[in-house]
C-alpha cells in the first residue's frame, strides 16, 4: 500500500469513525489519553501566526488575574495558541446570567445583578463566583448534575427518591470528592439495608449486567461500549469485544435477588438486594466468529486483567454471615470483583476515569465537553483541544477531585468569562471598514499549509503503529487462545472435583453410618448379654423354673446371639465404606491435584498472556495517539480551511463594498453634472424656438410674396389674353378706333403691370433669400440642441448605468454577506470549540424550570415559606451565629426545592430527551409551547405577586423604567433603543390595563428564545 | 484486523458517503436557516406518504381472521368466506373487509418466536429485539422523523387509544423525544391546545405580538438553526391550536359516522380519517383486546364484529378519496394465536405462523404473500420476521429504510441491518 493509498485508508476510517453499524452502538474507541496527549503536544508546536485584529481580550482589571493556579494555567495555555478568532470579555449582565447558571443552575435575580454591576472591588469576579458557590441553589445544581449524570434521569423503582436525593445532597454539601462519590456507588456492603441510597446505580439499573456494563463506561469512562457488546467494533480498531467483555466480568455475577426480612416491628418485609455471587466467568464468542471461545477476567480498558488469587471452586464463600447480613440472605464471596471495581475503576490513577469526570464538569461550565459528545473518548474523536484536557485532567486532580473547587477554576478563568462574538468581526455587519482579512488568511494559510505538510507523515505513523499493534495484538489472541482452552479444561477440572467431593462425602457419610450401625450393634450385644446375665442372677435369687421367665431369658439370649452373628457382616460394611471412602477421598485429592495442575499451567499461560496484554496495551496507545494525532491534524485542516474560506468570503463581502461605495459616489458626482447640462439644454431650446419663429415669419412672407407674384402673373396673362383678343378684332374691324384705345389702354396697363411684376418678383427674390437664412439658423440651433440633448442623455445613461452596477453590486453584497455569515458560523462553532467565544446553549430542562420560578419570584416565596415553617417548628436562638442560619437557609432552600419538584419533573417530562441519555439533545417541540402559551401556570407566575418583576413594574410610571427593568431581570441587559420603544408602544397602547400588559410582557420575555438560552 | 462486515460494502458506503454530504449542505445551510433536512428528505415529504396501523392488542387470531382453515382439526367453527379477490377466502367473521380484499395484502408466513406480549409487541413496532441496554425506536417515531412535514402544525405522530388524552408518549427512543406520540382518547384534542380562559383574545394575540418582536430583535444579534427551531415552536402551537377541529370528530358528517357504526371504534376510525386527511403522517389505532385464552371464538365474533365494519370503511373512503397510494395501512399484533384449541375453547399466544395485513402506499393490492400448512402449524412459504416487515413499511412509503438516520451527528440505522424488506409485495 503506498503513502497515499495509505493515507486514504486512514482518512476512510476517521470519517466512519462516527458511524454505527450493528446496534446503536455508539462509536467508541478507546484511546490513551495520557500517553496520547504527550504525543500531539509534541507534534503540534504552538500556534505563532496571529493576524493584527487579534488582540488578546482585554478584560476589566477588577476581574482580571485570578489568584487560582489551574485558571491562570488554563488561560496561559490559550495565550499560547491565540485564536484569531477571539472574542473580548461578555458584558456584565450577561457574565453574571452565565455563571448564576453554571454554578446555581438558575438566572440571576435583578438585586445580584445590580450589585455586581456595582461592585468596584478589585476581585469583584472572585467574589461572586465564591458567593455563588456557597449558595444552597449551587449544591441543588450539583445534586441535579450528579442525579442525571449518575442515573440518566432512570425512574426510581428500588430506592426512593428523597433518599436519593438526600444521599446526593449530602454528599454535595460535605463537599466529597468524586471519586469517594464514585467508589460508594460502585460498592457498600449489599447484604444489608443500610447503604441503599449509594447502591441506586446498581439497584434501579434492576442489576442487569448488560446495562450496568454500558453505564460503567458511559457514565464513568466517558466510553460508550454498547457496540463491543457482541463483536469487536466494526468499524473502529481500537474498540474490542475483550474490553466490554472485561469491564462485564465485574458485575456479571452480580443480579438482584428477593429477600424476606423483619422489620423493626418485627413485620415480614421484602427487598431486593443486589447480590454478588462467587466469580466465574462464561466464554463468550462474537456473532461475526461464531465457535471462537474466548475468556476474560475482569479488566479495563487498557489495562492488563485483574490477577485474582485461585480459590478452590469449594472455597469459594465466606464461612459466616458478615456482621448486620439481613436474615435470609446468601453469603458473600470471599474476594468481591464489584469491590474491586470500585478501588481500581474509581482511581485518581485510573486516567480514563479522572478524564472523563473533569470532561463533565467542565461542560457543565462551558456548555460543551473538551471531547464531545461526553461519552464519546475514543482515538477517533480527540479532544478539541487536547492539551487542554490533559491539563484539566491534572487539574481535576489536583483539586482533590471535589466538584466546587474544580469548577471554581474553571469559571476563575478569562476563558470562561469571552463573549460570543469574536472580535474580527465585531460590528462588521456593512463589511464596509477595512479589516484586513485577507492579512490574517495568510497567516491562517501558513498553518494550514504546515498542517497539510504533516498530513502524510502521520497517516504513515498511524499506519504503522496500528500494523505494529495489530501484530501484539495477534499474538496476544493466540495466547489469548490457549487460556481459553486451558480454563475450559480447569472448568472442567473444577466440575470432576465438585463430583468427587460430592462422592466423597456421599461415601464419607456411608462410612460413618456403617460404623455407627456397628457401633450400636455392639452396643446392643452387650446391652442384651448384661440382660441376660441380669436375668439369669435374678432366676438365681429367685430359684425359680417359672416357664415365663425362661422364655424371656431365652429371647434375650436370642437376640444378643443374633446381634453378635450381625457383627462380622457389619464390620464389612464398615470396612467396605471405609475402602470407598478412602478411594473416593483420593480421588477428589487427585482431582485437586488435576486442577492445580492445569491451574499451574493456565499462571503461566496468564503470565504469558499478561505479558503479551502489556505489549498490545503499550501498542495500542501508540497507535491510538498516533490516530488522535492525525485526526487533530486532520481537525485542524479543516479549521483552517473553513477560516480561510470565512475570511476569503470576508474580503470578497469586503471588496464588494467598497467597489459599492465608490460606485455611489461616481453616481454623485454624474448626477451633480446634470443641472448645469439641462440648464443649457433649456437655454438652447428657447433659442432655437425663437429661431424657429423668425424662420416661421420669414417663410410665410416668401409665400405671401410668390403669391402676389402668382396673382400679378395671372392678371397679367389676363390682360395679355384681353389685349391678344383685341388686337385681332381691331385687324378683322377696319372701323376700330374705339377697339383701339381700349387695346392701347391695356397695353399701357400691361406695360405697368410688368414693370409691377418685376418689382414682386424681386420682393419675392428677397423673401426667398431671408427664407433661406432664418432655415439656416434654424438648422444649426437645431444641430446645438440635438448635440446637448444627446449630452444630457449621455449622463443619464451613465446614471443609469452607474445605478445598475450599483445594484448588481448590491445583489453580489447580499449574497456575499450572506455566504460570509454562513462561513462565520462554520467557523464560529471551531472557535468556540477553541475555547477562542462563548456559543449560544439552551438551558437545561431544570435550569429553564428553576429560572422560571424564580424570576416570578414563586421559588423564593417557597424557600420564605419553608424557613418560616422551620422557624415555627424550631425558632432560632436570637444569638445564632451565621453558620446556624446558613444551614437553615439551606434547610428551607431544600425543602422549597422538593416541594417544587413536580413542576421540575413536568419541565424534564417535556425538555429533557428522556431517560438513559447521557445528555439533553435541544429540541424544540409544540408541545412545550403549547404548555408554556396554555397550561396556565407560566402565565400565572408571570402575574403580580411575591414582590415579583411584575409587581415592581406596575409599581413604576416611567415607561423607559419599565423596558430597563424587564430587559434586565429576565434577560440579564439593557434594552436597545428600539426594544425600549417596543415596550414603551405596548404601554401606551394599555391604557388602563397596564398591570395585564406588564404580565403578558413578562410571559413574552419567558418564552422568548433569548431567555430559552445562555451564552 | 478489519472485519468486512456487509455495512462495508462499498456501495453502502457510497450511498452513506452521499447521505454524508447532504448532511453536511444541510448543517452549513442551517447555520441561519432553518432546521434544513435532506433534499430527498424534502422531497418525499411533499408526497405526503401516510401510515396507518391497527393495532389488534391481544393477539389476533389468524384461523379467525385472515388465514381460516375451515374443516381441520385447528380451524374450530370458523368458516371462509369469498372476498373481492376471486381465490382468496378469509374469516366468515370479516364479510365488509372481504368485499375490500383487492386493495388489501396479506402476509400470512409471519413467524416472530416470540410469545410474549410486551416483548412481541415491542418487536412488531420497532422492526428489532428488545435488548436491555439500547431502547429503539417505534415505527410512528421514525415514520414521524421521515415523513412528517413541520408546516402542517399537527403532531406527526399519534395514538388513538380508548384509553383517554395523555400526553408525550416515549416511543421515539434515539430519535428524541420530538418524535414520540401525542395520544388522543377518543375525540380529545392534545393538551394545552386552548387558551386559558383568563386570557382574552385581544391579550392572546397581543403576548404573542410581543413574543415575537422581542425574538426579533434577538434574532437579528444571534440566529441559529435551534434559537430558529424553538420560535418556531411556538408558531406551531398556535398552528395547531387554530387547527384544533383536526381533532374533533364530530365534524365529520352524521351520515359518516352512521356508515362506520356509531360506536367507540367506529369514531375512532374516522378520526383516523379525519387525521390522515389533514396531514398527520402516522396515526396508530389500538383495538382491544384479543387475548383470547378463553372461549376464543365468541370473543372474536364480538371484537371482529366490532372491527370489520369501520376498518373496511376506511379502507375503502382511502381508497375513493385517492388517498390510498398515499397511505399505507397495516394490521398487526403483538402475536398470533395457537391452532390448538384449549380446553375452555380459548387459543393461546403463538408467533411460530401467524398474518399481518398491509394496504396502500407501493404495497401490491389484493394479493397474499405466505403459506401455512392445512392445519396452519407451520409456514410453509414465504415466511417473515418483524425487522422484514419493519423494512417493508417504511419501503411502502418511499423511505430508504436502509439509509441511516443521523442523530445528533450519530448515524443510526434506521431498520435492522441485518434484514430488508419484503420486495415481493411491494410494487
Known sequence: MGAAECFNAVLQRIRLGSIDCFVVCLAVTFSSLAIGLKHINAQEPATTATGPATATSSLPSGDHSSDDSLANRIDQLLASEPHPWNAAEAEAGQLLRRLSLD????????????????????????????RFLADPLCDEHLVNFLDRTLMLRRSHVQVDRSAWINYLREQVANDVPLDVISK???????????????????????????????????????????????????????????????????????????????????????????????????????????????????????QTELVEEYDLPDARYAGTAPEGSLAGTVLPPKRSRRQALAEQLASRTNRAFVTNWANRLWSLAFGQGLVHPLDMHHAHNPASHPAMLSLISDGFVESDMRPRKFLRSLVLSE???????????????????????????????????????????????????????????????????????????????????LAAKQKSSDATQLLVAAQKRHADTIARTDALDKASANLQEAAKIAATEDAEFQQALAVVQQRADAARASLPELEKAVADTKNS???????????????????????????????????????????????????????????????????????????????LASQVRSVAEIEAEMPAAEELLATLQSQWTATKNAEQTATSAVVEASEALQRQTFEISQLQQSWEALDHSTKLVSTAEPLLAAQTAIAQELEARRNQLAAAQSTADTAKQSAEIAAQAVAARAQEWTLQEAKRKSIEERIATTRATISQLEQSLAAAKSLAIEKQAAVQVDSTRQLATA????????????????????????????????????????????????ARHRQAVRAAFDKLRG????????????????????????????????????????????????????????????????????????????????????????????????QEMVWGLLASAEFRFTN | ?????????????????????????????????????????????????????????????????????????????????????????????????????????????????????????????????????????????????????????????????????????????????????????????????????????????????????????????????????????????????????????????????????????????????????????????????????????????????????????????????????????VVLSEFGRTPNINLYYGRDHWSKAWSVVMAGGKVARGAVFGQTNAEGTEVVEGQVDHGQLFHTYLRAVGVDSGQPLVVDGKELPMADPAVGPIWEVLT
Not at chain 1, 435583578?110 to 456595582?118: N, R
Not at chain 2, 374450530?76 to 372481504?98: D, F, K, N, Q, W
Request: hydrophobic fraction near 35%; include cysteine; charged fraction near 25%.
Open chain 1, 415 to 497: 476563558a470562561y468569562r469571552r463573549g460570543t462574538v469574536p472580535q474580527i468581526i465585531d460590528g462588521i455587519d456593512e463589511f464596509g471598514s477595512d479589516t484586513p482579512f485577507a492579512a490574517v488568511g495568510q497567516a491562517t494559510e501558513t498553518e494550514l499549509a504546515a498542517a497539510l505538510a504533516k498530513r502524510e507523515d502521520l497517516a504513515a505513523v498511524e499506519a504503522q503503529s496500528l500494523s505494529a499493534y495489530q501484530t501484539a495484538r495477534e499474538a496476544w489472541l493466540k495466547i489469548q487462545g490457549e487460556r481459553a482452552s486451558a480454563r475450559s479444561e480447569l472448568d472442567a477440572a473444577e466440575a470432576v472435583m
Open chain 1, 903 to 998: 413542576i421540575a419533573d413536568v419541565y424534564v417530562t417535556l425538555y429533557s430527551s428522556g431517560p438513559d441519555n447521557t445528555e439533553d439533545d435541544f429540541f424544540a417541540s409544540a408541545d412545550q409551547a403549547l404548555y408554556v402559551s396554555n397550561a396556565g401556570s407560566v402565565y400565572a407566575w408571570a402575574g403580580p405577586g411575591n414582590d415579583n418583576v411584575t409587581q415592581k413594574a406596575i409599581a413604576i410610571t416611567d415607561n423607559a423604567e419599565i423596558a430597563r427593568l424587564l430587559y434586565w431581570t429576565l434577560l440579564a441587559r439593557h434594552p436597545t433603543e428600539a426594544e425600549t420603544q417596543l415596550v414603551v408602544e405596548q404601554l401606551i397602547a394599555a391604557g388602563d390595563g397596564r398591570s395585564a400588559v406588564i
Open chain 2, 1 to 329: 484486523m478489519h472485519a468486512k462486515y456487509a455495512c462495508q460494502s462499498r456501495e453502502h458506503s457510497a450511498s452513506r458517503r452521499r447521505f454524508l454530504g447532504l448532511m453536511s449542505g444541510g448543517i452549513m445551510a442551517g447555520g441561519l436557516g432553518c432546521l434544513t433536512r435532506g433534499v430527498a428528505a424534502e422531497s418525499l415529504r411533499q408526497q405526503d406518504m401516510r401510515v396507518v396501523v391497527f393495532n389488534m392488542h391481544g393477539g389476533l387470531s389468524q384461523l379467525e381472521s385472515w388465514d381460516p382453515k375451515p374443516g381441520t382439526k385447528t380451524g374450530g367453527p370458523t368458516r371462509a368466506i369469498p372476498t373481492s379477490v376471486p381465490g382468496i377466502h378469509i374469516s366468515e367473521l370479516l364479510p365488509y373487509t372481504a368485499k375490500q380484499m383487492h386493495h388489501l395484502c396479506l402476509l400470512r408466513g409471519v413467524n416472530t418466536s416470540e410469545d410474549d406480549h410486551g416483548k412481541g409487541m415491542y418487536m412488531m413496532l420497532t422492526g428489532r429485539r428488545q435488548t436491555p441496554a439500547v431502547d429503539y425506536p417505534q415505527i410512528g417515531a421514525v415514520a414521524a422523523r421521515t415523513l412528517a412535514n413541520d408546516s402542517t402544525g399537527l403532531p406527526g405522530h399519534i395514538l388513538v387509544t380508548p384509553g383517554g388524552a395523555g400526553g408525550r408518549g416515549n416511543e421515539a427512543a434515539y430519535l428524541g423525544p420530538k418524535y414520540s406520540s401525542i395520544s388522543l382518547g377518543g375525540d380529545k384534542p392534545p393538551q394545552n391546545s386552548t387558551k386559558p380562559e383568563t386570557i382574552s383574545d385581544q391579550a392572546e394575540s397581543r403576548r404573542h405580538e410581543f413574543r415575537r418582536r422581542v425574538n426579533e430583535k434577538f434574532l437579528s444579534r444571534q440566529r441559529t438553526a435551534i434559537t430558529d427551531a424553538y420560535t418556531y415552536s411556538y408558531e406551531q402551537a398556535l398552528r395547531l391550536m387554530e387547527r384544533r377541529d383536526v381533532f374533533d370528530v364530530a365534524k365529520e358528517p352524521a351520515t359518516d359516522l352512521e356508515r362506520y357504526g356509531n360506536n367507540d371504534f367506529g369514531r375512532q376510525c374516522l378520526l383516523a380519517r379525519r387525521l390522515l386527511e389533514n396531514g398527520v403522517s402516522f396515526v396508530q389505532v389500538t383495538h382491544s383486546n384479543y387475548d383470547t385464552h378463553n372461549e376464543n371464538f365468541n370473543f372474536h365474533i364480538e371484537q371482529l364484529g366490532e372491527f370489520d365494519r369501520p376498518f373496511a370503511c376506511l379502507v375503502n373512503d382511502l381508497s375513493e378519496r385517492g388517498m390510498l397510494d398515499k397511505t399505507l395501512v
Open chain 1, 103 to 130: 454554578l446555581r443552575g438558575v438566572v440571576p435575580t435583578q438585586d445580584e445583578l445590580d450589585a455586581f454591576v456595582a461592585d468596584s472591588s478589585p476581585n469583584r469576579w472572585s467574589i461572586w463566583v465564591d
Open chain 1, 184 to 302: 460508594q456507588l460502585l460498592y457498600t456492603p449489599w447484604w444489608n439495608l443500610e447503604h441503599r441510597p449509594a447502591q441506586r446505580f446498581y439497584l434501579d439499573r434492576g442489576g442487569d449486567p448488560n446495562m450496568i456494563t454500558r453505564d460503567l463506561g458511559r457514565v464513568f469512562l466517558g466510553r460508550d461500549m454498547q457496540c463491543a457488546q457482541c463483536h469487536d467494533h466494526p468499524l473502529v480498531d481500537d474498540f474490542k469485544q475483550m474490553d466490554y467483555q472485561g469491564l462485564f466480568a465485574f458485575v456479571s455475577t452480580s443480579s438482584l435477588t428477593e429477600v424476606t426480612y423483619k422489620d423493626t416491628e418485627g413485620k415480614d418485609q421484602k427487598t431486593q438486594l443486589y447480590v454478588e455471587r462467587a466469580a466465574g466467568d462464561a466464554p463468550f464468542e462474537s456473532v461475526f466468529e461464531k465457535g471462537v471461545l474466548y475468556r476474560t477476567g475482569p479488566r479495563f480498558i487498557e
Open chain 1, 581 to 659: 471412602a478412602e478411594a473416593l477421598g483420593q480421588e477428589l485429592a487427585t482431582s485437586i491435584a488435576n486442577i492445580q495442575t492445569i491451574n499451574a499451567k493456565l499462571q503461566s499461560i496468564h503470565q504469558a498472556l499478561l505479558a503479551a496484554d502489556a505489549t498490545t496495551i503499550s501498542q495500542r496507545q501508540q497507535w491510538s495517539a498516533a490516530c488522535q494525532a492525525l485526526a487533530s491534524n486532520e481537525s485542524r485542516i479543516r479549521r483552517h480551511e473553513r477560516m480561510i474560506a470565512c475570511l476569503q468570503a470576508m474580503d470578497a463581502a469586503q471588496r464588494i463594498a467598497v467597489e
Open chain 1, 839 to 886: 456559543s449560544l446553549q439552551p438551558l437545561s430542562p431544570e435550569q429553564l424550570c428553576w429560572s422560571t420560578l424564580r424570576i416570578t419570584g414563586v421559588l423564593d416565596a417557597y424557600v420564605r415559606n419553608e424557613a418560616a415553617e422551620l422557624e415555627k417548628q424550631a425558632p432560632m436562638a436570637p444569638d445564632a451565629d451565621s453558620n446556624a442560619k446558613a
